[in-house]
C-alpha cells in the first residue's frame, strides 16, 4: 500500500491493528480517530531518514539488552 500511495489505507490500517483492535468502536471518540489518521498520514509524509541502520550479528550482545534504559524495537530474524 505505501509503494501505492494509498496513505490513508495505510493508516488505517495502523488505526486498526495498533489502536481500536479488541475495543468497542465507541471507545475512541471519532475525534481522536480522525486526529490519530491524521497524524498517521502527516508521518508516513515525510521522507525517509538518513539514519543507517546498523545490524549486530553477536549474540552475546542480546545479555546486554537490561542495560537499555529507553524505548527500543528490537527485530529478530533472517534477512530475505
Same mark, same amino acid.
Given at each position: 500500500?505505501?509503494q501505492?500511495g494509498?496513505?490513508e489505507?495505510?493508516a488505517?490500517?495502523?488505526?486498526e491493528?495498533?489502536i481500536s483492535r479488541g475495543?468497542?468502536?465507541?471507545?475512541?471518540?471519532? @475525534? $481522536?480517530?480522525? /486526529?490519530i =489518521?491524521?497524524?498517521q498520514v502527516?508521518?508516513?509524509k515525510?521522507?525517509a531518514s538518513?539514519?543507517?541502520?546498523?545490524?549486530v550479528?553477536?549474540?552475546?550482545?542480546?545479555?546486554?539488552?537490561?542495560?537499555? @534504559? $529507553?524505548?527500543? /524495537?528490537i =527485530?529478530?530474524?533472517e534477512?530475505?
Open positions: 500500500m505505501l501505492q494509498k496513505l489505507a495505510v488505517q490500517l495502523n488505526y491493528t495498533w475495543r468497542e468502536l465507541e471507545a475512541v471518540q471519532s @475525534h $481522536v480517530k480522525q /486526529l =489518521l491524521d497524524m502527516k508521518t508516513l515525510k521522507p538518513d539514519e543507517t541502520v546498523v545490524e550479528k553477536s549474540t552475546a550482545t542480546i545479555s546486554r539488552l537490561k542495560n537499555i @534504559h $529507553v524505548p527500543v /524495537l =527485530l529478530i530474524g534477512g530475505a
